[in-house]
């Protein structure tokens, strides 16, 4: 019975390392985070950096772990959380993990807004050239039902190949964006294939659809002879593009990644 009774007290008894990591100070640093996360168990990392991301708030790719600088403060539970997400072995465990790291308040600045892109003159034989694709393509594959709308060259956009943005007001016109790059990167074969992509948007919204890549998008973008997706393999190239996808906002939620 003594020996049940001590084997008992052995197994309630607190953890030193806890103890100590309690009355500890936060860390200050990503060399600071790191030594308390080693000491918390984790193994198959190098090193640490310290990330203001918007939504990643911790991830990792090969052996350097990213976690966002908000953590310094937070207490020894959530930190071994990060341990356990990091290190886990079970899907499960992991998503316990993720759960209670998201939990841990983060207060996001709010994002910058850039003000809106001008059009550069230089861009305007672009323009002209789209304009007219625009109307042919309207009377080939639409009927020459569809509307006139604003076209843009884009000099900003690089993630994306183009964008249908619907008018916002009575007044207003919809527009169709598409990427500079994307045109002197790829060629006019591929950029056309982009205007068409965004004129399938344009119908949906002067349809009354929902301006997506769901069915009645399919079943268009089959019916005009083009990619039947959001995304496509470009003909000089090697990689799918996004040839549209949705801006992130401050409403986005953050995330924890797993990219190794």
């Known amino acids: 019975m003594l020996r049940a009774l001590s084997h008992l007290l052995r197994r309630h008894r607190p953890d030193p390392t ?6 500890a100070p936060p ?6 985070l790191f030594s308390r996360l080693r000491a918390l168990g984790l193994k198959g990392f190098d090193s640490c950096r310290l990330t203001r991301n918007r939504t990643v708030v911790v991830s990792f790719s090969g052996r350097e772990l990213r976690v966002h600088e908000a953590f310094l403060a937070a207490p020894p ?6 341990v356990t ?10 998503a316990a993990a993720r759960r209670a790291i998201l939990a841990y308040p983060i207060e996001r600045p709010p994002p910058v807004r850039r003000a809106p ?3 550069d003159p230089a861009d305007a034989p672009m323009v002209a050239k789209l304009e007219t694709w625009h109307a042919e393509y309207n009377r080939q594959h639409f009927g020459g ?6 076209i843009r060259v884009s000099r900003r956009m690089k993630s994306r190949l183009g964008h249908y943005s619907p008018a916002r007001t009575a007044d ?9 790059r994307h045109i002197r990167r790829h060629g006019w074969s591929e950029a056309l294939h982009t205007l068409l992509h965004e004129m399938v948007h344009q119908w949906q919204d002067e349809h009354g659809h929902g301006i997506d890549h769901g069915p009645t998008f399919r079943a268009q973008a089959r019916a005009v002879g083009i990619t039947p997706s959001a995304r496509r393999l470009l003909a000089t190239g090697k ?6 996808l949705v801006n992130t906002d401050a409403a986005t939620p953050l995330r924890v990644a797993r990219d190794g």
């Not at 860390?27 to 600071?32: C, I, L």
């Not at 207003?172 to 500079?180: N, P």
């Open 18 to 23: 806890q103890l100590v990591l309690e009355l």
């Open 27 to 32: 860390p200050r640093s990503a060399t600071e």
């Open 77 to 82: 539970s959530v930190l071994a959380s990060i």
């Open 85 to 94: 997400f990091a290190c886990g072995r079970t899907r499960s465990v992991r």
């Open 117 to 119: 892109e001008q059009a």
């Open 145 to 150: 039902q569809l509307g006139r709308v604003a």
């Open 172 to 180: 207003d016109r919809a527009e169709i964006v598409i990427s500079r």
């Open 239 to 244: 990689r799918p593009c996004d040839a549209d």
